[in-house]
């Protein structure tokens, strides 16, 4: 995560784009919809905290089986993301409670990730199941192959309508995206 906030001023900012509470790890698959939605949206980062209320209240999660819990919540974003998410999973206390923290961020390339075969997008603190429009949209926004450009450099903000550069590959003809001061172009969304 880019900017590092303690985990209190988060709770106490409340549920947002970014970040979701579930009270329950018995809740594991709306904590994961939610997470898929956040990562879906341009920001394409988001946490869901385990053990507290949608208001904010710390209530902790249940003690006893945090192993397994955690095991199985790994194998769950294992095997039901496409494309395979990375995640991050911490255990902390706060207010004397045990919270389990899972974040997640969308890499550039990917257009979007699909939980359990449907893709969710996030609205301030709603999350919305992407149509079929909405996911071709959102590849031909995010795509950077199909994309009609401009792009943008990553490192240096030059921008480009056109690339000139492409590269053979066993695969045919690829455009190149690689900015002269060692950055990466990206569509400017
Ligand atoms: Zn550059």
Redesign the pocket.
């Known amino acids: 995560m880019t900017q590092e906030l303690s985990l209190e001023e988060l709770v106490r900012r409340g549920e947002s784009q970014t970040l979701e509470f579930k009270k329950s790890l018995s809740l594991q698959r709306e904590g994961l919809q939610a997470l898929c939605a956040m990562i879906n949206s341009d920001i394409a980062k988001g946490t869901v905290v385990f053990g507290i209320e949608p208001n904010g209240t710390v209530c902790g999660i249940e003690q006893g089986n945090l192993d397994t819990a955690q095991r199985s919540l790994s194998q769950t974003l294992r095997s039901r993301f496409e494309p395979q998410l990375t995640a991050q999973i911490r255990i902390e206390e706060l207010s004397g409670k045990t919270v389990l923290i899972l974040s997640a961020e969308r890499y550039r390339s990917i257009p979007y990730h699909e939980y359990d075969g449907r893709a969710w997008v996030r609205q301030g603190s709603e999350n919305l199941k992407l149509s079929l429009d909405e996911k071709q949209r959102l590849t031909g926004r995010r795509d950077r192959d199909s994309h009609p450009g401009p792009w943008q ?1 990553d ?2 903000g ?1 921008m480009v309508g056109v690339l000139h550069s492409f590269e053979i590959t066993n695969s045919g003809m690829r455009k190149t995206y690689q ?1 002269e ?1 060692g ?1 990466e172009f990206w569509p400017v969304s």
């Open positions: 450099c490192r240096c030059a900015c001061c950055g």
